[in-house]
């Protein structure tokens, strides 16, 4: 991993000094820290990390993000961060450093789901800053796809091409489920960028490695045939097949059946929308049922917003009958703030 040949990214949100930290300037950072108040940390400590960072990611699928990062936030200022500031072996206070840049790449990943982009990225920052004082390529990596995928969601190719580039560069030695993860994110990007014949290569790329992926993945940023097939979509969106997008994303879904809650109800409030482009009212209507269905238990920026643009595509057909069952079911289920005057 060569985190120096990361550069300052001059775009958007990302303009304001984005480089990623050189490990042995951040151990320094990390050992300079005042000391808490315990005397020792030990394995068991790590584990408890751990374990509740694999329980807050569960928490944040299925009831949003709003619902789980003030609980991750407590726990990182009222436990991690003590723990960082105490003593113990050195390879416990390292795999501490890297429990902690698993907390915070996921905290960071819940507020960009609540729609906090600033707050996000400061938490990206030190999950990058903690990966590499604690030689963690794997969040290292996992990290600057997080990254890739905030900047291709606010519509920022160039800058999430650049980032997620910059994770598969860092992860040269990764197994094929890593190395799915981090093409599928790169062809992503590169379809947004009009790149189309790289991102139809990154996406076999993603495919290949796939194919070859076995074993348990881990409950956050992780990588499945459904995540294959959402990735699937959106290339087959951004290069104007979208037909195809479609099928793929109803692939996706049925993968997910039954998992995934937040993630579930954003894809199919992305399929409605795309049904209905395509001129299957009737269809998008009932996509857009079945996300209702699940709106109510998440608690989450990205799905209102979905919410929002559903109203304002469906108002102009509200005349057709399972439009205007839609629209007045939607009134009584989604939060007030979001239904239009």
């Not at 003590?82 to 050195?90: A, K, N």
């Not at 995928?149 to 990764?174: E, I, K, Y």
């Not at 299957?280 to 917003?305: F, M, Q």
Request: hydrophobic content about 40%; aromatic content about 6%.
């Amino acid at each position: 991993m060569d985190p120096s040949r990361r550069s300052v990214l001059g775009v958007a949100l990302f303009s304001v000094a984005l480089t990623v930290p050189d490990p042995p300037g951040a151990v320094g950072r990390m050992e300079s820290a005042q000391r808490g108040v315990r005397t020792r940390i030990g394995w068991s400590d790590v584990h408890t990390v751990a374990a509740m960072t694999e329980q807050l990611s569960a928490m944040d699928d299925r009831f949003g993000g709003r619902t789980a990062r003030p609980l991750a936030a407590e726990f990182l200022v009222n436990t991690v961060v003590p723990f960082l500031r105490t003593d113990g072996p050195e390879n416990v206070r390292k795999a501490m450093m890297s429990a902690a840049s698993d907390l915070c790449y996921l905290t960071g990943y819940m507020a960009v789901d609540e729609g906090l982009h600033g707050l996000a990225r400061r938490y990206y920052l030190q999950a990058l800053e903690l990966a590499g004082a604690s030689e963690d390529h794997l969040t290292f990596c996992t990290t600057l796809r997080g990254m890739s995928v905030q900047a291709v969601d606010l519509g920022q190719g160039p800058v999430a091409m650049r980032l997620a580039d910059a994770a598969a560069a860092a992860a040269s030695q990764a197994g094929p489920r890593m190395r799915a993860f981090l093409a599928g994110q790169q062809a992503h990007a590169a379809a947004q960028t009009g790149d189309h014949r790289s991102a139809l290569t990154y996406l076999r790329e993603a495919e290949v490695a796939m194919d070859k992926a076995e074993g348990h993945a881990k409950a956050f940023g992780s990588y499945d045939f459904a995540s294959l097939s959402y990735h699937t979509s959106q290339v087959r969106f951004e290069t104007g097949d979208v037909h195809g997008a479609i099928a793929a994303m109803q692939e996706s879904d049925q993968l997910r059946h039954g998992v995934y809650r937040r993630t579930r109800v954003k894809e199919r409030a992305i399929l409605a929308e795309r049904q209905l482009a395509t001129g299957h009212l009737e269809a998008a209507c009932r996509t857009w049922g079945l996300a209702l269905d699940d709106y109510p238990l998440v608690n989450s920026g990205r799905i209102d917003k979905r919410m929002k643009d559903m109203f304002t595509l469906i108002r102009p057909h509200v005349r057709n009958h399972d439009a205007q069952a839609l629209y007045e079911r939607a009134q009584a289920t989604v939060r007030p703030e979001l239904i239009p005057a």
